[in-house]
């Protein structure tokens, strides 16, 4: 976040390269951009309700989550989100471990999306 940033307020809160967006900002993006998010709950969590076309990749499963993003292109937009916003977190820190560049996480959390 710059100086003038913080001096005038930014409705998007930053991380490193980790965008976190309030639920409004999170719809918007998903929805212009056509992008099918990525829930990183596990599987019970994500059956007991989900962002529409949002993808099941359990944080807690670290083969399958390293296999399934190692095949996404880095240079293109990802969009994850948990519970609450802590696990989403680790998981888009992990992403940028990995090279992706752009990594957005939804403030709060499926919670906040209710």
């Not at 056509?34 to 807690?60: C, L, M, Q, W, Y």
């Not at 990802?78 to 696990?87: D, E, F």
Request: aromatic share 14%; with cysteine; hydrophobic share 40%.
């Amino acid at each position: 976040m710059s100086f003038l940033d913080a001096i005038f307020g930014k409705k998007k809160e930053t991380l490193g390269l980790i965008a976190i967006l309030n639920k409004n900002e999170y719809a918007t993006a998903i929805v212009t951009n056509k992008i099918k998010p990525i829930d990183v709950r596990t599987a019970s969590e994500f059956n007991s309700g989900h962002i529409k076309n949002a993808i099941n990749i359990d944080f807690f499963n670290p083969n399958n989550f390293k296999n399934y993003f190692e095949k996404l292109d880095r240079n293109k937009a990802i969009y994850v989100y948990c519970r609450s916003g802590a696990r989403s977190q680790k998981a888009a820190r992990k992403l940028l471990n990995m090279g992706f560049l752009e990594v957005y996480d939804l403030k709060g959390g499926y919670s906040s999306w209710n």
